[in-house]
């Protein structure tokens, strides 16, 4: 059975998390809007420069996943555990990850993309 690359490995994994990201940066979005600060422009702005960013990557990952034949389908879960499929060159690999990993991760990735832990680009 062939082994998944670093680099499949990461894309897949970009392809759970970032949707996450997305999800997270929309429902703190309409939270911004609603919390009557006195100038929630730079707040909001900030948001949506965060999730542009996101769905550019999240577009990236896309191309890379196609050109190589790979595919994610999330699977079983549990209050601890999420189980992820990865499908690549006809095999499948069954992957379950903590959920408190998961959350752990997005939190990272929402770091990354609000400019706390620099540029964007050095997750890659």
Do not use: C, W
Request: proline share 3%; no cysteine.
């Amino acid at each position: 059975m062939p082994v998944l690359s670093e680099e499949m490995l990461d894309a897949l994994e970009k392809l759970i998390y970032l949707p996450m990201v997305m999800t997270v940066l929309a429902k703190d979005r309409e939270l911004f809007s609603k919390a009557g600060f006195k100038l929630p422009r730079p707040y909001l702005e900030l948001l949506d420069q965060a999730d542009r960013a996101v769905q550019q990557e999240l577009k990236n990952v896309h191309q890379v996943i196609r050109s190589q034949g790979l595919k994610v389908v999330r699977g079983e879960g549990d209050e601890l555990f999420t189980e992820y499929i990865f499908f690549h060159q006809g095999y499948e690999e069954h992957r379950r990850y903590l959920n408190v990993r998961l959350r752990n991760q997005v939190e990272e990735y929402l770091q990354l993309y609000l400019g706390k832990r620099g540029d964007a680009n050095d997750k890659n």
